[in-house]
């Protein structure tokens, strides 16, 4: 067994103060990790929606994806955007804050206040770099857990969230399925496909091929390794849209000019587009949070912690399930969406499934989309109708 690591719940660059909720977790006895080490006291930010019922049994977790956050609904506090699901989380919205406590915390190994490789590290009052540990999505789930145990719940009425959150949903439900009421995991899958881990290990290089990433340690040299980092983003964000949303938005359209420029400008405005994500990006995002998230996510294999049989991850399980997918999302298209559904069926748990018809790719459990919308609705209200939870004071 390695030894433990303790980690400082103090941010450990300077920047702004960050709102919100921050719980120190892990302080009596570090908490393991899936490499075999032990991590703890560490720092938790979430934030909360909504009121906790008196039996505390309306409350939902939202797990963000690989570049999301604690900031579902308000505006970004660094970029001033408003939060990523501002469209689905409040009074009124599919996940009605008038009805539901809804609570979302930044993942282990992130960079907006919960403990990541920005942080310092005790023994030598550094920044811990690339020696923080490697860290799974089996640990960002414990370390949820220990916020839900901090924070007095004993069963979520519902784990929610898309893509790695999806990913988060169903670490969730195999190993705490006591703790689980209701699943709805999104646009995701069992495992990271090989795909997937070739896109992000481009994005991993880009960064450490920067040469102001320092072999990790580019805090100690005042700079950010923002180039490796923008064109991670860039490649990384193509794999969020279908190829019908990319050309709807721009085709071949020009940017700012009528003719060709017959050099490595962006002449194009798709060009211009992926340039501005990138750019952007940079602003809010560590790159060292990036390499280890991303690396999380390619490690998730949840058959592989069963002896390779998906369905023994789900066996004799109580929790309710629904799995949505987008019909254009090629990044974590339909099939793998209904390998668990697969799954879950061969332990005759309970479970609903919809493909949703959308041109919009992965991204479009973030937009616009009302027939997800209406669906992610109404999967909760039956889940409600089914627990006996109150409904909204305005429907009552």
Not at 161 to 170: D, K
Not at 337 to 366: C, M, P, Q, T, Y
């Amino acid at each position: 067994m390695n030894a433990p690591l303790h980690i400082r719940a103090t941010a450990a660059t300077a920047g702004p103060t960050l709102p919100g909720h921050a719980a120190l977790l892990a302080a009596d006895e570090p908490m393991p990790l899936d490499n075999g080490a032990r991590i703890g006291p560490f720092t938790c930010a979430y934030q909360t929606y909504g009121t906790l019922n008196a039996e505390r049994s309306n409350a939902i977790l939202v797990c963000h994806a690989l570049t999301g956050d604690q900031y579902l609904v308000e505006d970004h506090p660094v970029t001033g955007k408003p939060g990523w699901w501002s469209l689905t989380v409040g009074p009124g919205l599919p996940i009605d804050t008038d009805r539901y406590f809804v609570i979302c915390a930044n993942v282990l190994g992130g960079c907006m206040g919960t403990t990541g490789p920005q942080d310092l590290d005790p023994a030598t009052g550094k920044p811990f770099g690339n020696q923080f540990p490697v860290i799974t999505v089996g640990d960002m789930v414990r370390a949820q857990k220990l916020l839900i145990d901090h924070l007095g719940i004993d069963k979520l009425f519902c784990v929610v969230g898309g893509s790695m959150g999806g990913m988060q949903v169903l670490q969730w439900a195999s190993a705490y399925p006591e703790r689980v009421y209701g699943a709805l995991p999104i646009a995701t899958a069992a495992r990271h496909s090989t795909q997937n881990i070739a896109f992000h290990e481009v994005g991993r290089q880009a960064i450490m091929a920067d040469p102001e990433w320092h072999g990790g340690d580019y805090y100690a040299h005042g700079v950010r390794p923002t180039g490796g980092l923008a064109v991670a983003r860039m490649a990384a964000h193509i794999t969020y849209l279908s190829e019908a949303a990319l050309h709807r938005k721009f085709g071949r359209n020009l940017q700012d000019r009528s003719v060709l420029s017959y050099g490595f400008d962006a002449d194009f405005q798709v060009e211009s587009y992926l340039r501005h994500q990138g750019f952007t990006f940079v602003d809010r995002f560590d790159a060292n949070s990036y390499l280890y998230i991303t690396r999380a996510m390619d490690y998730f294999d949840l058959a592989n912690e069963h002896g390779g049989v998906l369905a023994d991850a789900f066996r004799d399980t109580p929790v309710r399930y629904c799995l949505m997918s987008f019909s254009s999302d090629w990044l974590f298209p339909t099939a793998g969406n209904r390998a668990v559904v697969h799954a879950l069926n061969a332990v005759a748990a309970n479970v609903s499934f919809v493909e949703i018809e959308s041109d919009k790719g992965h991204d479009a459990f973030l937009l616009d989309e009302p027939e997800f919308h209406r669906l992610l609705r109404g999967f909760l209200n039956g889940l409600a109708e089914h627990r006996g939870l109150a409904p909204a004071a305005a429907e009552a």
